[in-house]
Structure formats: C-alpha cells, structure tokens
C-alpha cells in the first residue's frame, strides 16, 4: 500500500469516529463549545502526529487517548489561570428535529445531568465502557490504570448513576 492510499485510509477512518469522538468529549468536558473544541483539538493532534500511529492497531483507542490526555492537559492549564468557564447551556437544542419524543429527551437530560455529578475518574470509566462500548481492558489502556481499577471505578459509577437517577435507595 502505498503512503498516499494509507494516508487517505486514515483520514477516512479518522472521519468515521467523529461522531464517537464528540460524544466522548461532551462526557469529559460536560459543555458542548468545550467538547467541540477539545475534539477539533484531538482531531489536528491526530493529523499531525499521524506518522506515531502503528497501522494495523485500534485507531479509535489510540484517538481517544490523545483526547483524554489533550482533556488533561486543558483542565491543568485552566487550574493554573485560576479561570472558571461557566457556559450557559444556551441553544444547547438549536437545529435538533421537532418531532423527538420529548420525554426521551428529558430522561436523556436527567442521564447527562446525572452523569455530569460523577467524579472525573467514573464518569470516564462509564462514558468509555457504558457508552462507547470499549471492552474494559481497552479502556483501561485509554485511561492509563489497570483493568481492576476501571472495574472499580466503573462499579461505583454505575451505583452512583443508578443513586442520581432515583433507581436505587
């Protein structure tokens, strides 16, 4: 294969996890201007660093861990300017369809409002896991723990979902 046919490749996969990705970085960055730019971040991150990826391994878990480390690094250097965002979630529905059901979306809220109270460490394990689908084991990589601690960590997420939502006492 040759270097243009592989690059092109790359770029189509790199385009098929967009959506995967934003919902990824709305789970860490719980604010939609910041999601978005945390994973036009990623995505350029990606590009240029193209030539570290090993082909033939998980494109998705290697994109995902330049976002959560491009997170990191933006929380950090949020906490060092001492700057607190605080976004309105205004016209967080502009352009969604009108004939959604809206009792699903309020559930979806009530989930995502839920999600948003967990600590940093389960609502990564539970985005990843729960709604990205990645096996526990890759997760674990993408975090950077051992799969006993994601396990951890997802167990207590998962409780403290089920606590937020009203399902368990």
Not at 56 to 63: E, F, I, P, Q, Y
């Given at each position: 294969?040759?270097?243009?046919?592989?690059?092109?490749?790359?770029?189509?996969?790199?385009?098929?996890?967009?959506?995967?990705?934003?919902?990824?970085?709305?789970?860490?960055?719980?604010?939609?201007?910041?999601?978005?730019?945390?994973?036009?971040?990623?995505v350029?991150?990606?590009?240029?660093?193209?030539?570290?990826?090993?082909d033939?391994?998980?494109?998705?878990?290697?994109?995902y861990?330049?976002?959560?480390?491009?997170?990191?690094?933006?929380?950090?250097?949020?906490?060092?300017?001492?700057?607190?965002?605080?976004?309105?979630?205004?016209?967080?529905?502009?352009?969604?369809p009108g004939?959604?059901?809206?009792?699903?979306?309020?559930?979806?809220?009530?989930?995502?409002?839920?999600?948003?109270?967990?600590?940093?460490?389960?609502?990564?394990?539970?985005?990843?896991?729960?709604?990205?689908?990645?096996?526990?084991?890759?997760?674990?990589?993408?975090?950077?723990?051992?799969?006993?601690?994601?396990?951890?960590?997802?167990?207590?997420?998962?409780?403290a979902?089920?606590?937020?939502?009203?399902?368990?006492?």
């Open positions: 294969m040759n270097a243009s046919t592989s690059q092109d490749r790359f770029c189509e996969e790199l385009t098929a996890l967009l959506p995967r990705l934003r919902r990824f970085a709305r789970g860490l960055a719980r604010d939609a201007a910041d999601a978005d730019d945390l994973c036009q971040q990623t350029e991150r990606a590009l240029k660093s193209r030539q570290s990826w090993q033939g391994t998980r494109l998705d878990a290697w994109v861990r330049i976002m959560r480390n491009q997170w990191i690094d933006e929380v950090r250097a949020r906490t060092r300017r001492s700057q607190t965002f605080t976004h309105e979630e205004e016209g967080a529905n502009v352009g969604t004939d959604r059901d809206a009792e699903n979306m309020v559930e979806l809220g009530n989930v995502g409002r839920a999600l948003a109270r967990l600590p940093d460490d389960q609502r990564e394990a539970v985005v990843l896991v729960l709604v990205e689908g990645f096996a526990y084991k890759e997760a674990a990589e993408i975090i950077g723990v051992p799969q006993g601690t994601l396990t951890s960590r997802l167990g207590r997420g998962r409780e979902l089920l606590r937020e939502l009203g399902e368990i006492a």
